[in-house]
């Protein structure tokens, strides 16, 4: 076989058909296709078992296919049976592309199969469609070529599923519904593909029975990928008559076809693993220093690409732990600013500030939360050099009440020596937070495109009792002041604790409020006022990481749930780490409501052990004695993503009073892609792809507009990018889709372990901050990673298009 010869015909788009050893392929009796050069598609469509009553439907569904559309699309379809076209190579290098609507079994011989691997070394494209997986089950090669082999344990019946499409730009998907509901023959495979090849559909398997060769949450059904020189591109749908008849059908077929033909370009490479590299860019600390790295809190990245990232405060391990109250050093800790230039690949320690935020503070006397929480750049930071920290100062520490102060101020970096100015502190915001008894102080911060500030805070509340399920337990104070009680903080109107914030900042360091606040400031109750005209959204537990899509202004975010392991008929829901897509200002339920608003029970003075009655989601009240904001609050707003120990969105049978059951046994899971455990949420960006900023290292177009959701702890926990429905994005719709990332941006030994933010620069790349191994501290696997995407371009390259004027 002569691939040079091959390559020369294909490439010049076709040619005259020279004289053919075998009969003439049956062609199609309906006009050539006009408009350029002549392309040709080849259908073959034999089988060492039976013919498929499929073919002729498909035949047909090809030629219309090649006759209708722009006339820059379309092409000639000539269909055989006869595999001796593949061992004439001046024939086969007249065909642009070859389609496999094949039965099952050997339909090629060894010269055969090479006449076919040498089309595609020599630049040919494969469409392989349904019982094409079942050709040629010997041979290696053609495995390769078609990705992946039909389960034995396959359902043979028709149902109706339901099919993800994760990729909006090929052409084969991106006229298709995010959903497509359709009926057909439903391949499990015997090995899953995903990774090796590009899936651009997925089917659903809690649609309809897989049966016992089921592949779970992920189960691709339409890949592509560039193969042995050229095209392949494979669809386990097809697998009935009807198929062919659906116009959704022929429009994934069609553009299978113009990518494969080379009539149009698409990226088939956009989530294969090995196209990606993930590399530690900073080196471990010196002994008994944080010269590197402090214990990782959060990152930003500046326009020209430097990563500026936070240590929250805790010290090295060797730092001795203050626990007297009366030592003025109690909680005395370093929340470091360093700075990543990856133009010369070195670190500098911008500045630190004396927080308090390190061991000894904090109920066990061994843990603290606060310190150095958060990290944003101005809009303006190529001019003005300002940062904002949001961060909690030792100097503020009232001792004896146990009371801290939480701050946001703006500072100066000198961007020529990469150095903080801290005597240039301007306070935006500050307010009270008790210390008396450890956790949930929040921290991220985040930009609008108006330049509006997003603050997140925890709810500055102990995880103990209430049995790890509704944080409302009254009765706990010190010095009178509630440190159990959420209902205090995030359930509070009047209070800024376990909420997000709001807030215009002004070239002078003051700030002013936006219109669309869930509260103006002014609200009254029982004459006087009740509410902050700061908060933006209330009811959250412990968000340390919020994002905001410039593109869309959608804020998103995610926050740790309490420790409950499974769910209580008595007190409600398990633990839900959680996830949201926030379009305007609301009440999303801590401590009252969780998840797709699924209430906690009351409890109260003078027994808190004794549950109450449910709290009504759609219209909570809040009868804390420690409340001192209204008592009737907003309506709780359904979430996004939600998890346990036992899966990814739970839902439960209600009763007539819209109470679930919250019985293990009646869970359904609506996120079957999920599972938590000891579980942490880390809100990740939405990837927004800029041509013309992407540098060599930017990941494809492909993850634009997708939203990255991780979990601090790898194990089975979230490490995703997933695609919201626009139609019922904020509005707590489920997501449409979601990809693992765990190959992608490792796990594990030697990996990114846990994960604890990460953000795109503006060339693309990513930056993921890796905690390390330890609590409280900085170990020698605190780290900034960096992951790059390595697959190259778009194929076929222009100058291979088929017709020029296509792109």
């Excluded at 007297?324 to 109690?330: H, Y």
């Excluded at 002041?481 to 604790?497: E, W």
């Excluded at 412990?542 to 975010?557: F, Q, W």
């Excluded at 990460?758 to 930056?767: H, I, Q, R, T």
Aim: some cysteine; charged content about 20%.
């Amino acid at each position: 076989m002569a691939a040079g010869a091959l390559a020369a015909s294909l490439l010049s788009g076709g040619g005259a058909a020279t004289a053919s050893p075998f009969p003439e392929p049956r062609a199609s009796a309906l006009p050539s296709p006009p408009g350029g050069r002549h392309v040709k598609v080849l259908v073959f469509h034999a089988s060492a078992t039976e013919e498929s009553p499929t073919v002729d439907a498909g035949i047909e569904a090809v030629e219309s296919i090649g006759l209708t559309g722009p006339q820059d699309q379309r092409f000639k379809t000539v269909a055989t049976d006869d595999a001796s076209v593949f061992t004439d190579d001046k024939r086969l290098g007249t065909f642009n592309a070859v389609v496999f609507l094949t039965g099952g079994g050997d339909v090629l011989d060894p010269e055969q199969e090479a006449g076919l691997e040498a089309y595609l070394k020599a630049g040919g494209g494969f469409l392989g469609i349904h019982d094409a997986a079942r050709t040629e089950p010997y041979s290696d090669w053609f495995t390769g070529l078609i990705g992946a082999r039909p389960a034995k344990t396959s359902p043979t019946t028709v149902q109706r599923a339901t099919v993800e499409i994760p990729d909006r730009g090929h052409p084969a998907t991106k006229s298709l519904p995010l959903e497509w509901k359709r009926p057909d023959k439903w391949f499990n495979w015997a090995s899953n593909p995903t990774g090796t090849v590009h899936t651009v559909a997925k089917v659903r398997e809690s649609s309809y029975r897989p049966g016992a060769g089921a592949n779970g949450v992920d189960h691709p059904v339409s890949w592509c990928r560039d193969y042995s020189g050229g095209r392949s591109f494979y669809t386990g749908m097809g697998g009935t008559v009807e198929s062919f008849a659906e116009t959704d059908f022929r429009d994934h077929l069609r553009g299978a076809l113009q990518w494969t033909t080379r009539l149009s370009r698409a990226d088939c490479k956009a989530t294969i693993d090995a196209n990606y590299s993930a590399v530690r860019v900073t080196r471990p600390n010196h002994p008994g220093q944080q010269d590197q790295i402090g214990e990782p809190h959060g990152l930003v990245v500046a326009p020209d690409g430097r990563v500026l990232y936070i240590g929250r405060g805790g010290g090295t391990n060797e730092a001795p732990v203050v626990t007297d109250w009366n030592d003025p050093d109690i909680g005395k800790g370093l929340g470091q600013i360093h700075v990543y230039d990856p133009a010369t690949k070195k670190v500098t320690l911008a500045g630190a500030l004396t927080v308090f935020g390190n061991k000894g503070g904090g109920d066990e006397l061994v843990k603290v939360e606060e310190g150095l929480l958060g990290i944003e750049l101005d809009p303006a930071f190529e001019s003005n050099g300002w940062v904002y920290l949001h961060y909690t100062p030792h100097s503020g520490l009232d001792r004896d009440k146990q009371v801290a102060e939480r701050r946001v101020s703006r500072f100066m970096l000198d961007r020529a020596t990469n150095k903080l100015d801290l005597t240039s502190e301007k306070v935006l915001l500050k307010w009270p937070v008790q210390v008396h008894s450890c956790c949930h102080a929040g921290g991220g911060m985040a930009w609008d495109s108006k330049g509006n500030l997003y603050i997140a805070t925890g709810d500055n509340n102990s995880s103990g009792f209430s049995d790890g399920y509704s944080g409302n337990n009254p009765q706990p104070s010190y010095k009178g002041l509630s440190f159990a009680d959420a209902r205090r903080t995030a359930g509070n109107t009047h209070n800024l604790n376990g909420k997000i914030l709001r807030i215009h900042p002004e070239p002078d360091g003051t700030y002013t409020l936006p219109e669309g606040n869930l509260f103006t400031g002014k609200e009254q109750d029982e004459g006087g006022g009740k509410t902050r005209g700061e908060i933006y959204v209330m009811g959250v537990r412990n968000p340390a990481r919020i994002s905001v899509d410039k593109k869309t202004d959608i804020l998103y975010a995610g926050w740790v749930g309490p420790d409950a392991g499974a769910p209580s008929t008595t007190w409600g829901p398990a633990k839900y780490d959680t996830f949201a897509a926030i379009t305007k200002a609301g009440n999303h339920g801590w401590p009252f409501c969780m998840g797709n608003k699924q209430p906690y029970r009351d409890r109260n003075l003078p027994d808190p052990t004794k549950p109450l009655g449910w709290y009504d989601c759609d219209a909570p009240k809040n009868e804390s004695p420690n409340n001192d904001g209204l008592v009737n609050l907003p309506p709780v707003t359904g979430n996004t993503i939600w998890y346990s120990p036992q899966g990814g969105a739970p839902d439960f049978p209600r009763n007539a009073a819209g109470v679930p059951s919250y019985k293990n046994e009646e869970a359904t899971y609506l996120l079957p892609w999920l599972k938590g455990g000891g579980q942490a949420t880390m809100d990740g960006p939405v990837y927004r792809y800029d041509a013309a900023k992407a540098g060599a290292g930017a990941w494809p177009e492909y993850w634009d507009g997708k939203w990255f959701v991780g979990d601090f702890y790898d194990a089975d926990n979230p490490r995703h990018a997933v695609l919201t429905d626009p139609k019922t994005v904020g509005k707590g719709g489920l997501p449409v889709t979601a990809e693992s990332l765990k190959k992608i941006i490792p796990v594990g030994q030697g990996g990114i372990r846990n994960l604890m933010d990460w953000k795109f620069a503006p060339d693309g790349s990513l930056y993921v901050l890796d905690y390390g191994r330890g609590f409280f501290t900085s170990d020698s696997q605190s780290a900034l990673w960096r992951v790059t995407y390595t697959g190259g371009a778009a194929t076929p390259a222009a100058k291979d298009l088929a017709r020029k004027a296509a792109q």
